[in-house]
């Protein structure tokens, strides 16, 4: 067996060795990218090279792709960034989105979700046609994610952006987790911004994009949040970080070229769950819906989370429970309590997620190891209750 097997790729998935080489090679360059001179204009290259392969990955136009330091900044561009344009516009987002949404503005109004965790169009349509409960000037904001980043599951952003549209509405999609995952054409959602991050496809952390289209394709409403020079067309201050920029583009670009081997990652998943399964009182959260092939929310009856964390790692297995990409300490997860999933059940579960790493023998040792640790935390329960 490989050690460790690594099974937190919607954490963060191993960087591509094409990304890798990307990197090193724009390592070697001198120049500042906003520079007139020729290794200025070197640097620029990478930039708009990666540009190009960015837009491409979501069907977008080169010229609408703002570089940003993560998903996290672009999350915030889109709704701060706005909100400052429609002066404190109603923002309503999905109860289960990433908190770098949710915590954006300090007005957001929680759309529900059911208990696979797919959103509520209904109840988004009555809300957008109720009354504000916060002060409402302007067009309201729906966030709404792609997919989920523990569930995996996959919103119906469309019909989001269908309603929206129903109430003039604009819309921001939180796209980090689908991009690489699942196909996507910015223009095929209707939404007008989009998040991508360049870790979760292969690339290096720290460097993501807020794509525009639409309305918003010429900044007209986006205010930057990174106040200074004028990069990005104004929308986003700062030299552009071009190691991460260019590592983002060819993440992008491979990411494109091998989405058709993606679904085949639902083989492992589906025998990881299908064995685990089987068991009494082991749940799969969002099983019902559809879902990214690369993951699976699953308890272990009676063993919190972090108590299986630290054995799956002893064992030589690394995953996350729920949302455990920003802390390393494990909360609980909101989106499993917006399912209506009880707190006790929520807090046994764990975030199984494959990536391109991921070998038939990742699957077996997870197995083995879920195994061994639920038996022996069961003995370890009896033998406590016989003394
Ligand atoms: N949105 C989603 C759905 C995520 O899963 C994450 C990270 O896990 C982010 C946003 C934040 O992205 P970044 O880590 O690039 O800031």
């Not at 200025?40 to 990955?57: F, H, S």
């Not at 063993?303 to 990409?325: K, M, N, P, T, Y």
Request: charged residues 20%; contains cysteine.
């Amino acid at each position: 067996m490989k050690h460790p097997v690594y099974m937190d790729h919607n954490a963060t998935t191993a960087v591509l060795p094409a990304v890798q080489k990307a990197v090193a090679r724009a390592l070697e360059l001198t120049g500042n990218a906003s520079s007139v001179h020729g290794a200025g204009r070197a640097a620029r290259k990478v930039i708009e090279d990666a540009r190009d392969r960015v837009a491409a990955l979501v069907g977008a136009k080169s010229a609408d792709v703002v570089f940003t330091s993560g998903g996290t900044e672009a999350n915030n561009l889109a709704i701060r960034g706005l909100q400052q344009d429609l002066g404190q516009a109603r923002v309503l987002a999905s109860a289960v989105e990433h908190t770098s949404v949710l915590k954006a503005a300090s007005n957001i109004e929680t759309i529900a979700v059911d208990s696979e965790g797919v959103v509520d169009l209904e109840a988004l349509d009555t809300m957008l046609a109720g009354a504000s409960s916060t002060n409402g000037a302007g067009p309201a904001l729906v966030s709404v994610m792609l997919a989920n980043n523990e569930t995996g599951v996959i919103q119906p952003v469309a019909g989001v952006a269908a309603v929206a549209k129903r109430h003039g509405a604009l819309v921001h999609c939180d796209a980090v987790q689908a991009a690489g995952k699942i196909s996507i054409d910015i223009a095929a959602l209707g939404v007008h911004m989009m998040s991508l991050s360049a870790h979760k496809i292969g690339g290096p952390a720290g460097v993501g994009a807020l794509v525009l289209a639409g309305d918003l394709a010429h900044g007209a409403n986006l205010f930057p949040i990174v106040l200074g020079g004028g990069q990005e067309r104004g929308r986003r201050a700062g030299s552009e970080n071009l190691t991460g920029i260019a590592g983002f583009g060819v993440a992008a670009e491979e990411a494109l070229k091998d989405l058709p081997e993606f679904p085949n990652l639902a083989v492992w998943r589906n025998r990881l769950e299908d064995e685990l399964g089987r068991r009494q009182g082991v749940h799969v959260f969002g099983a019902g819906a559809p879902r990214l092939a690369n993951t699976s929310c699953l308890t272990m009856p009676g063993v919190v989370a972090e108590r299986q964390i630290i054995a799956f790692d002893l064992a030589g297995i690394e995953l996350s429970a729920g949302a455990a990409c920003s802390s390393g300490k494990v909360e609980p997860s909101h989106v499993l309590a917006a399912m209506g999933v009880a707190v006790d059940e929520a807090d046994t579960a764990i975030r199984v997620s494959l990536g391109w790493t991921t070998a038939d023998q990742d699957i077996d040792a997870f197995l083995a190891a879920w195994v061994d640790i639920f038996e022996r935390t069961k003995a370890a329960a009896k033998e406590v209750e016989a003394a």
